[in-house]
């Protein structure tokens, strides 16, 4: 069995991404990280992560496109958790292209196309 | 498929006999973890759908109230109002397995939020109501986006995991177990083969000495009679 790593340092959530999608979490307490229209995000992001401070980085839709092959890296990694949110704009879909890719990974083919996510 | 270069002897016959019980052996148990891991990937990803549609929903709300917040207030006083905010959110992190995958779980302090819902940890003065609708809505969405992370990671990680499962699944299945049984049978055919080697080699032999016997009776016994019609002309 494994060691369980300590994770009680990282207990906070980071947002990032452009400003205006995610000024709002700064009222809540979470930690935000503005990203200049022309910045390029992934050395924040790698910035971030490397800090070990926060459990769950949310990133706008946008960065999580600019970041695709930091995000592999982390994919093995128990924390922190990035997770790709809509920003300001609207969702694009990009939020279940994650989890398509996960579903191809572990059944060899998407299997989403036929499955619907449950009627509300 | 390859037949492994072994010395067809007993000893290895037995070793790869014993190989081929603990592939086989191992094979069903990584079936087993295989299926029941991804009877529980299946949950999770539907949850996750579920929450991702949530989370979407309940941002897009957000993401309107803010604009109307941002379009009411200088830019400047809305960044400043946000920089005043409340302390830092903590979530409490620890660790669960599923199947011996390590998973996070994920929880806040849901009380300090609900405190928040009555002092708006900011100025009043300088803000509008906008601001707060805005910021509600973050908090309504805020449980949802915390349930998919914690969700969406599990998805991840399993992901991985059963990749890495179906490989092992199908390199012992079509890889290894036929290797063992091709090598098993080509030792036990070049085993028989010896078998009757040797016992033509031994039948041979025995041809042999029979032959040689005879021939030596055949000489013994024509002696005799030579001898003996020697013996009746004298």
Same mark, same amino acid.
Request: hydrophobic content about 45%.
């Given at each position: 069995m494994?060691?369980?790593?300590?994770?009680?340092? %990282?207990n906070?959530?980071?947002?990032?991404g452009? #400003?205006g999608?995610? =000024? *709002?979490?700064?009222g809540?307490?979470?930690t935000?990280?503005? =990203?200049a229209?022309?910045?390029?995000p992934?050395?924040?992001?790698?910035?971030?992560?490397?800090?070990?401070?926060h459990?769950?980085?949310?990133?706008?839709?946008?960065?999580?496109?600019a970041c695709?092959?930091e995000?592999?890296?982390?994919q093995?990694?128990?924390l922190? +958790?990035?997770?790709?949110?809509?920003?300001?704009? *609207?969702?694009?879909?990009?939020?279940?292209?994650?989890?398509?890719?996960?579903?191809?990974? +572990?059944?060899?083919? @998407?299997?989403?196309?036929?499955?619907?996510?449950?009627?509300? | %498929?390859a037949?492994?270069?072994?010395?067809?002897? &007993?000893?290895e016959? /037995?070793r790869? $006999?014993h190989e081929?019980?603990?592939?086989r052996? *191992?094979?069903r148990l990584?079936k087993?973890k295989? @299926?029941?891991?991804m009877r529980?990937?299946?949950?999770l990803?539907?949850?996750a759908? &579920? #929450?991702?549609?949530?989370?979407?929903?309940?941002?897009?709300?957000a993401?309107?109230?803010?604009?109307?917040?941002?379009?009411? #207030?200088?830019?400047?006083?809305?960044? !400043?109002?946000? &920089?005043?905010?409340?302390?830092? /959110?903590e979530?409490?992190?620890?660790?669960?397995?599923? %199947?011996?995958?390590a998973?996070p779980?994920?929880?806040?302090?849901?009380?300090a =939020?609900? @405190?928040?819902?009555?002092?708006f940890?900011?100025?009043?003065a300088?803000t509008?109501?906008?601001?707060?609708?805005a910021?509600?809505? #973050?908090?309504?969405?805020?449980?949802?986006?915390?349930?998919?992370?914690?969700?969406?990671?599990?998805?991840?990680l399993?992901?991985?995991e059963?990749?890495?499962?179906?490989?092992?699944v199908n390199?012992?299945?079509?890889?290894?177990i036929?290797?063992?049984?091709?090598?098993?049978?080509?030792?036990?055919?070049?085993? @028989?083969? !010896?078998e009757?080697? !040797? /016992?033509?080699?031994? %039948? $041979?032999? $025995?041809d042999?000495?029979v032959?040689?016997?005879?021939?030596?009776?055949?000489?013994?016994?024509?002696?005799?009679a030579?001898?003996?019609?020697? *013996?009746r002309?004298a």
């Open positions: 494994r060691e369980k790593t300590d994770y009680s340092e %990282m906070g959530i980071a947002v990032l452009d #400003l999608s995610i =000024i *709002g979490f700064r809540l307490g979470l935000v990280v503005p =990203i229209p022309e910045e390029d992934a050395p924040r992001l790698k910035e971030l992560v490397a800090a070990r401070r459990a769950v980085i949310y990133i706008t839709e946008a960065v999580a496109r695709e092959a995000l592999a890296l982390w093995e990694e128990v922190p +958790a990035i997770i790709p949110i809509p920003s300001a704009t *609207g969702a694009t879909g990009y939020g279940t292209t994650s989890l398509r890719t996960a579903v191809r990974r +572990a059944v060899g083919f @998407d299997i989403l196309d036929t499955v619907k996510p449950p009627e509300k | %498929m037949v492994r270069r072994v010395s067809p002897n &007993r000893m016959l /037995l790869l $006999k081929l019980e603990v592939a052996r *191992g094979h990584l087993d295989r @299926d029941g891991m529980r990937f299946l949950e990803v539907q949850e759908l &579920r #929450l991702r549609q949530l989370v979407d929903q309940r941002l897009a709300e993401t309107e109230a803010m604009a109307l917040a941002r379009s009411v #207030l200088w830019p400047e006083v809305l960044g !400043n109002a946000m &920089r005043l905010a409340a302390r830092p /959110l979530v409490q992190v620890s660790e669960s397995a599923i %199947m011996a995958v998973v779980q994920l929880r806040i302090d849901m009380t =939020i609900q @405190d928040q819902r009555q002092t940890p900011y100025g009043l300088s509008t109501g906008e601001v707060d609708v910021i509600d809505g #973050l908090r309504k969405a805020l449980p949802a986006m915390l349930e998919l992370a914690e969700v969406e990671k599990t998805v991840q399993l992901a991985v059963l990749e890495r499962t179906r490989r092992r390199s012992l299945e079509h890889v290894m036929p290797e063992l049984e091709e090598t098993i049978h080509a030792i036990s055919l070049k085993m @028989d083969e !010896n009757r080697d !040797n /016992l033509t080699r031994l %039948m $041979k032999v $025995k042999m000495i032959a040689e016997a005879i021939m030596k009776r055949r000489e013994r016994d024509s002696r005799f030579g001898e003996t019609s020697a *013996g002309g």
